[in-house]
């Protein structure tokens, strides 16, 4: 009755703004009485032991302040649900779930003030009633927000069994290589789990959109396809995430944490590849227009070598290495990862300092050999040190013929190149080394025409080049 006289004034046709407004007030507010009146249930059961008898007066303080902060819960619920954004058979029951809360919250609190006999027979069974009214009505407010499967979605199957939920799916295998990620099962669906489906789920159906599985997502919501197969640009989906974050439209809403633009730029891909309920990343992108990105998403990019622990050096080999010019330092506390330099020897390498460096291969990720003079030659065994991070050949007369032996540096991120002979060869090292993050190019033999082209194509590699920077 009540709420159909409240359809007969009109507020949930049109609710004014004001009422929104105050509505989203109710996450704050809805926390308060369930602090208080579970603080109210402790208590009254700690009464009954006389070590805390001396509570009992003050108990139906606790629950007068449960019971006003409950109206004010259930008044911000109800202006909240105006929005028209929930499941009503769920709204339903939690909106009445919290009128009882507040009723009998009310109930205890004139029941524990008079402190009559005639209360003695039902005041337990009312205290114990509070209890599991609230958590009956907090469970629907979970599943308003999360949906209805949050609760149990990481409980054991006898448990989901038990709910009528079916077993849990086996999650799909963490991905190491970018040959076995599935552009949606592995990319998209994730990034809706994560960033959408709070405001997308079956509890929760803004515009009518449910963002649950393939199949929801196709079907579109109350402005129509969510996706337009093949066309990113004409596809709503696609639109609302790349909005203004300012702009009324704007997806994820509420103030939550929007897409990052690489999770955008996958979502285009995904959409102007088809939008494909499932299907290899490498085999749509044939022209590598997507790897480098999903490479970085998914940190296939990232170096695993800092994660492995490695002996201490030989302390006679680094007094060695120390006698003939270089600096050694240990890069870490808890490991004996080492950082060597010979740029300050003032002298020009030769093949028995390299024969006592590659003895360091295991610890020496950072190596500068800048104005060293090193060789071509010298690079055919320079690259048996696999796990270098950072390398540092400016300097040095090196070229095409020498550098193509760094594609067995797998490791490394940095390359600094500066004041060498190299050009074209880079056209085909750069593929091999899908680590490095950054490359020195200044006063080479790469041209204009090649340093843009580079550029074009290593979109995350950051190429410096004649005191341009190329992010």
């Not at 009214?133 to 199957?157: C, K, Q, W």
């Not at 044939?286 to 990232?302: C, F, H, M, P």
């Not at 610890?363 to 065994?381: A, K």
Request: with cysteine; net charge negative.
């Amino acid at each position: 009755m009540e709420l159909t006289l409240m359809l007969n004034f009109g507020f949930l046709e049109d609710p004014a703004d004001i009422l929104i407004f105050f509505g989203r007030f109710h996450p704050l507010v809805v926390h308060l009485p369930i602090g208080f009146l579970i603080l109210a249930i402790i208590a009254q059961f700690a009464s009954r032991w006389p070590k805390f008898q001396p509570i009992k007066p003050f108990l139906h303080y606790l629950w007068a302040l449960g019971a006003i902060s409950a109206f004010f819960a259930v008044l911000f619920g109800y202006l909240l649900s105006l929005s028209g954004d929930y499941d009503t058979d769920t709204l339903f029951w939690h909106q009445w779930s919290g009128i009882m809360v507040l009723v009998l919250s009310f109930a205890c609190y004139f029941i524990f003030k008079k402190q009559g006999k005639s209360a003695q027979f039902v005041k337990w069974p009312l205290v114990v009633l509070v209890a599991i009214t609230i958590t009956y009505t907090g469970h629907l407010g979970g599943n308003l927000t999360h949906g209805s499967t949050y609760l149990l979605e990481y409980a054991p199957n006898p448990v989901r069994g038990m709910a009528g939920l079916p077993p849990k799916k086996e999650p799909r295998p963490k991905v190491t290589l970018l040959d076995s990620a599935d552009i949606y099962l592995d990319l998209v669906q994730p990034m809706m789990d994560t960033k959408c489906i709070s405001c997308h789920n079956p509890g929760k159906k803004k515009g009518g959109l449910l963002l649950t599985s393939y199949t929801e997502l196709m079907k579109g919501g109350e402005s129509g396809e969510a996706v337009t197969v093949g066309d990113a640009g004409a596809s709503e989906l696609f639109r609302r995430i790349t909005l203004p974050e300012d702009h009324d439209d704007f997806m994820p809403s509420e103030g939550k944490r929007p897409l990052t633009e690489e999770e955008v730029d996958i979502i285009e891909f995904w959409i102007t590849a088809g939008a494909l309920p499932k299907g290899y990343v490498t085999e749509l992108d044939s022209k590598k227009e997507i790897a480098e990105t999903v490479n970085t998403y998914l940190g296939l990019d990232q170096n695993t070598i800092f994660s492995q622990t490695v002996n201490p050096p030989n302390t006679m080999l680094i007094d060695s290495l120390t006698d003939n010019g270089f600096i050694i330092n240990r890069l870490m506390r808890d490991n004996y990862f080492l950082d060597a330099n010979f740029s300050l020897s003032e002298r020009e390498i030769t093949q028995a300092d390299l024969n006592l460096l590659m003895r360091l291969k295991a610890q020496l990720v950072w190596l500068d050999l800048s104005h060293s003079g090193v060789t071509d030659e010298h690079l055919q065994q320079l690259v048996q040190l696999e796990n270098l991070v950072k390398l540092n050949l400016s300097g040095n007369a090196i070229s095409d013929n020498g550098i193509q032996h760094l594609s067995k540096l797998t490791h490394l991120e940095s390359l600094n190149l500066y004041n060498t002979k190299v050009s074209g060869e880079l056209l085909n090292l750069l593929p091999k080394l899908n680590r490095l993050k950054s490359i020195y190019l200044w006063k080479t033999h790469i041209g204009d025409t090649l340093a843009v082209r580079l550029q074009e194509e290593y979109k995350n590699l950051t190429i410096v080049y004649e005191r341009e920077t190329f992010e």
